[in-house]
């Protein structure tokens, strides 16, 4: 049976959503791009891997893309614990909509995803 392998975030600006993503979802930007990401020295259509360099566990790509469809590039579903949604929003996410079981917050560049409170 197929195995989830990474989730792929296309985006306008790596160096806006790869450090956003980051922070939401705990993964850390592997440190060759982290080093690109600070000397603004990705190449025209490279990507930002968050995760683990060893290959173990999920992984996010953050790719560049000419065209973007304006809205339904991604969608996550994040359970978030108390205080979280406050971090989520200091890192750049906005409210789209509360409804009651979970809220809809968009990143930076308008990504929509969903978060609700964990169990």
Request: hydrophobic residues 45%; contains cysteine; negative net charge.
């Amino acid at each position: 049976m197929p195995q989830l392998a990474a989730i792929v975030i296309h985006c306008r600006d790596p160096y806006l959503i790869a450090p956003f993503w980051s922070t939401v979802t705990g993964l850390p930007i592997v440190p060759d791009d982290l080093k690109k990401l600070a000397e603004r020295a990705l190449g025209p259509a490279e990507s930002v891997l968050l995760g683990a360099s060893t290959g173990d566990g999920l992984h996010i790509w953050v790719a560049p893309a000419e065209e973007l469809p304006p809205v339904g590039r991604i969608h996550l579903d994040l359970a978030i614990g108390d205080g979280e949604l406050d971090a989520i929003l200091a890192a750049g996410a906005t409210v789209v909509r509360t409804l009651p079981r979970w809220t809809v917050l968009a990143d930076p560049e308008g990504n929509e995803f969903c978060v609700f409170r964990r169990p």
